[in-house]
């Protein structure tokens, strides 16, 4: 009888293609009929199963009972290596256009005696050199692990997006600073240069912005952030010199500016908090430890009890754990069931790696069911 499966926590074509070799040489060997879709395997006989888990444990992959009348809903979640070269060449297509608009915006500034444009100019200057840290270390991101970064180089596009969230909030800051004074005393704006320099920087702003608008790592989304509050705030300038164009309210140019700076702030700061947990490795949000561990108890009678459940994240996307079990079963084919359900029930938290070590003890002597013992 046929069934399905999906394998859970292939990161890198490397990977994959090792798997894809194993199982080849294991249906010549065995005269197996194993066969590998992107992350789903079909398989045809017990035997095959128990000798594919092998390769799985090694490399620390989890195997989820997949419904086949569930597979074509279940597209959406088929393997995809994240392409890091496809964003690190959009990023640099994005600086480049960044860096121009920079230089042309800094002449106009003083041109048109702007606040706004004025602090827009230096929180785009900030910018490019942001975009430029942000591309070098998503760039780095894509290395595979070697024996000085055992656990990968994914971390380095958090620690762009890091990067990034500083450069957001010392940008605000001064832009507050700067247009504060400017509110209580207003000075007159050219308008009509207001209204044209808005209009091309909406364009350009806006190319950058939809470039960049479908990233998924923290690094992408921060980057995102900042191209969308560029046209956000551009947007309004645009409003802003219609409006100046039939009044005289030049105190709305610092106004504008401030809001800006606020809602920068509002968006870029919590953040820059989440990226810091991760860093200091925290649970991923959504996930609660004692509920796992209790899911954990309850997934086998085996299962006697749970000591030292860690659970944390490598870049916000990829989370890890580690646990150890103590259990009754003697052999290691047991104990390998033991863990491939654990592996399975924690796929489901997008905990795509997790270490489990065993305590055998098949006198029940140690007696404990706490998950939370460190």
């Not at 998924?216 to 409006?243: K, M, P, R």
Request: proline fraction near 2%; glycine fraction near 4%.
């Amino acid at each position: 009888m046929e069934t399905l499966y999906r394998i859970v926590g292939i990161e890198s074509q490397s990977q994959y293609d090792w798997l894809a070799h194993q199982i080849q040489d294991l249906n010549q060997d065995k005269g197996f009929a194993i066969e590998l879709d992107k992350d789903i395997v079909r398989l045809h006989r017990q035997e095959e199963l128990l000798y594919l888990r092998r390769f799985l444990a090694f490399e620390q992959f989890s195997l989820v009972a997949l419904d086949p009348a569930e597979l074509e809903l279940d597209k959406a979640k088929q393997l995809r290596f994240k392409n890091t070269q496809e964003t690190a060449k959009k990023m640099r297509i994005v600086l480049i256009l960044n860096a121009f608009f920079t230089v042309f915006e800094a002449f106009f500034c003083w041109t048109l005696n702007s606040a706004a444009i004025l602090s827009d100019a230096v929180h785009d200057s900030g910018d490019v050199l942001a975009i430029a840290i942000a591309w070098f270390f998503e760039k780095i991101s894509d290395r595979e692990a070697d024996n000085r970064y055992s656990y990968g180089y994914r971390r380095f596009s958090l620690l762009g997006g890091l990067i990034t969230a500083v450069f957001l909030l010392f940008g605000s800051a001064f832009i507050l600073i700067t247009s504060i004074p400017k509110l209580f005393n207003p000075e007159p704006v050219h308008v009509t240069g207001m209204f044209w320099v808005a209009i091309f920087a909406v364009v350009v702003n806006g190319y950058c912005s939809w470039m960049m608008h479908k990233g998924q790592s923290a690094n992408e989304q921060l980057l995102n952030l900042h191209l969308l509050e560029d046209v956000l705030g551009w947007v309004a300038i645009l409003i802003l010199s219609v409006v100046l164009r039939f009044t005289n309210w030049y105190f709305l140019d610092p106004l504008l500016s401030i809001l800006t700076a606020v809602w920068i702030i509002s968006q870029s700061f919590p953040r820059f908090l989440n990226i810091s947990k991760i860093f200091l490795q925290a649970v991923p949000e959504g996930i609660d430890p004692q509920v796992i561990g209790q899911q954990i108890l309850a997934l086998d009678d085996d299962i006697d009890g749970l000591s030292h459940l860690h659970i944390w994240s490598t870049d916000g996307e990829q989370h890890m754990a580690s646990v150890t079990v103590l259990t009754c079963r003697l052999t290691a084919d047991e104990q390998e069931d033991l863990k491939q359900k654990i592996r399975s029930l924690v796929a489901k938290y997008n905990i795509n790696h997790i270490t489990i070590d065993t305590v055998y003890d098949p006198d029940h002597f140690i007696q404990r069911e706490s998950s939370q013992h460190n």
